[in-house]
């Protein structure tokens, strides 16, 4: 059975540093009105209770009808396995650890399922989103490939990224697998990659390079950059510039291990008009030796999936004949090794609501079956 014709019930929560957004899925989709409660950080209790009190009321809203788990993801560090949150960044009242998930389970008697929100994002893009629609592509050519990793990076608050291989995620031995946010920053090398890719990244940018001691919002940078609004164009225009440089080289890294499609979500996600070339430009760049030799920054050639004209490239002349020396038969392989990439098909929040509840299917004895896009 597919998982948008699953008649399961699973409870989730979108968990912000700000609020706490619940919801009941069936079939994929949400079927309650989404209950938003404050996430009071600071304060652990406060926190706990309002966690409760949510899911205890989307569950009523559910009646007669019962889940079947509660999935979601929530910010890390932590023990995702064990359900255990360790200390994260924006919920400075968990410092020491709590043990979220085991809390929830004996409270609800539910199994419950917590991961990265990063992963959940990436694997509803692989099994709902993104992956499928290039895997049609291969048949609609009659091209005997199909793609199993998919690489999923968010562009917002903050820098994240989630790994699927063979259509699992990768969380890791440690639960610490994706962890993109800390790798070195391209251009200021004693920084992490987040301190550019992020909200604070670009206006940071734009204020070094436009020299103006005001701080313009993200949406404002970007329709300056666009010449929609007054302002310092070249400086808006540089600003997204080094953010996608150093959004590509952390990129560049993670293609040349996992070998898979690249997805792009989050807030930032929406200014693809101005970053994707420039990733695109990079990843497709030349990196040297000593002796000055010019390698392919990455292995595969990367392929933007947002314009018709390079989708279609990606798989044409993707398929070449060779001889079996001494023989008269021939084999089918691909000549060139290319990667896509594309914004996110699903939007950020509902493929991380599918990825939790696919999560928590699977777990739940059945298994999630691959699936065409609706």
């Not at 079939?27 to 009105?33: A, E, F, L, Q, S």
């Not at 199909?146 to 917002?156: D, H, M, Q, V």
């Not at 670009?202 to 701080?215: D, G, N, R, W």
């Not at 060779?322 to 929040?349: A, C, H, M, W, Y």
Request: charged share 25%.
């Amino acid at each position: 059975m597919k998982i948008f014709q699953d008649e399961r019930i699973v409870l989730t929560l979108d968990a912000g540093g700000t609020n706490f957004v619940f919801s009941a899925l069936k079939g994929g989709k949400p079927i309650t009105p989404f209950i938003t409660l404050p996430s009071n950080s600071t304060d652990l209790e406060k926190c706990l209770k309002n966690i409760i009190e949510g899911f205890r009321k989307v569950k009523k809203l559910i009646l007669p009808a019962k889940a079947v788990a509660i999935s979601f993801a929530f910010p890390g560090p932590a023990e995702y396995e064990k359900g255990i949150i360790i200390s994260p960044p924006n919920f400075p009242s968990f410092k020491g650890g709590v043990a979220l998930g085991p809390m929830l389970e004996e409270h609800f008697n539910l199994p419950t399922y917590i991961n990265n929100d990063g992963d959940l994002f990436t694997y509803g893009e692989a099994i709902g989103g993104f992956l499928p629609e290039v895997n049609k592509g291969f048949k609609q050519f009659e091209i005997k490939k199909e793609f199993k990793n998919l690489i999923g990076i968010t562009l917002g608050t903050g820098f994240g990224a989630g790994v699927v291989i063979n259509q699992e995620i990768c969380k890791g031995d440690n639960s610490a697998g994706g962890e993109i946010w800390l790798m070195r920053n391209l251009l200021e090398p004693e920084i992490i990659a987040e301190e550019s890719v992020s909200v604070r990244g670009i206006q940071s940018y734009y204020k070094k390079y436009s020299q103006e001691s005001y701080e313009l919002s993200p949406k404002d940078i970007f329709e300056i950059a666009l010449g929609e609004k007054k302002g310092n164009r070249e400086a808006a225009i540089m600003a997204y510039d080094s953010v996608a440089k150093v959004v590509a080289e952390a990129l560049a890294n993670v293609i040349n291990i996992i070998d898979g499609g690249v997805v792009i979500g989050g807030g930032i996600a929406g200014s693809s008009k101005l970053l994707l070339p420039q990733i695109l430009k990079h990843l497709n760049g030349k990196i040297e030796n000593r002796n000055k030799d010019k390698f392919n920054r990455i292995v595969s050639q990367a392929f933007s999936f947002e314009e018709q004209d390079t989708k279609q490239a990606f798989y044409k002349k993707a398929i070449r004949k060779i001889k079996v020396p001494f023989s008269s038969r021939e084999i089918e392989f691909v000549q060139d090794k290319r990667v896509p990439v594309g914004i996110s098909r699903l939007g950020t929040n509902n493929a991380t609501m599918l990825g939790a509840y696919a999560v928590a299917l699977s777990k739940s004895g059945r298994v999630v079956q691959k699936m065409e896009k609706v």
